[in-house]
């Protein structure tokens, strides 16, 4: 999406023989925590060790919570199920699922506050990149489209600046559903990917959290 982003913006630079984006602004977008590529950024004029402290701890506190969750709620569901002497009832199963909703929700907000929070800010402050704006209030939406317009701000902007706004005109304008579809998709990467090939997702956890 990066990639797209910068070459997009500067196809038309460099067809009008004008000056186009340079290798050091190109490095800098790969790693700045937005997916709209401009020449220059709002920058702040130090970065703040304390800020990024705080964030690095609140990292590791998610990190322990989610252990915690994951461990002592979801892991002690299916601990003994199956096997011989456990029996099994319907009201066994649907505790296990309504057990298995609190475990889905609390990993959940713990992976949205990591994601959309620490990681985003760790890599903002790092770079001082000014433009922090990574969520907004999703919590109050009363429509999955209001919700996954909210929710994740870097991708709504990509796709509003790159889909609605830049197309051809021959194509049809998309809509709202049919980037919200590319938006969950790309959401539930984030999820499935990490539990599918865990050593790919911790060597790449940087660039993928800062490319959402």
């Not at 990490?194 to 490319?211: D, E, I, N, Q, R």
Request: glycine residues 6%.
């Amino acid at each position: 999406m990066k990639i797209y982003a910068f070459e997009r913006t500067n196809i038309g630079k460099v067809l009008r023989a004008e000056a186009s984006g340079s290798f050091e602004q190109c490095l800098y977008f790969l790693y700045a925590p937005t997916l709209i590529y401009e020449d220059t950024y709002p920058r702040s004029k130090h970065v703040r060790w304390s800020f990024v402290l705080q964030n690095v701890t609140e990292l590791v506190g998610c990190i322990l919570c989610f252990n915690v969750v994951q461990g002592q709620i979801g892991y002690v569901l299916f601990e003994h199920f199956g096997l011989v002497g456990h029996t099994f009832s319907v009201f066994r199963l649907v505790k296990m699922l309504f057990l298995q909703m609190v475990v889905g929700i609390l990993s959940f907000l713990i992976g949205f506050y990591v994601l959309l929070h620490t990681v985003q800010n760790i890599g903002a402050e790092l770079l001082r990149f000014g433009d922090r704006q990574f969520y907004k209030d999703w919590w109050n939406s009363e429509s999955f489209t209001s919700f996954y317009s909210t929710w994740n701000s870097p991708v709504h902007g990509f796709l509003h600046t790159y889909i609605y706004k830049v197309r051809p005109a021959y194509l049809p304008t998309p809509s709202h559903h049919s980037c919200n579809v590319v938006l969950t998709r790309r959401s539930l990467a984030l999820v499935i990917v990490p539990k599918l090939f865990p050593s790919f997702a911790f060597s790449s956890s940087l660039p993928l959290c800062t490319s959402i």
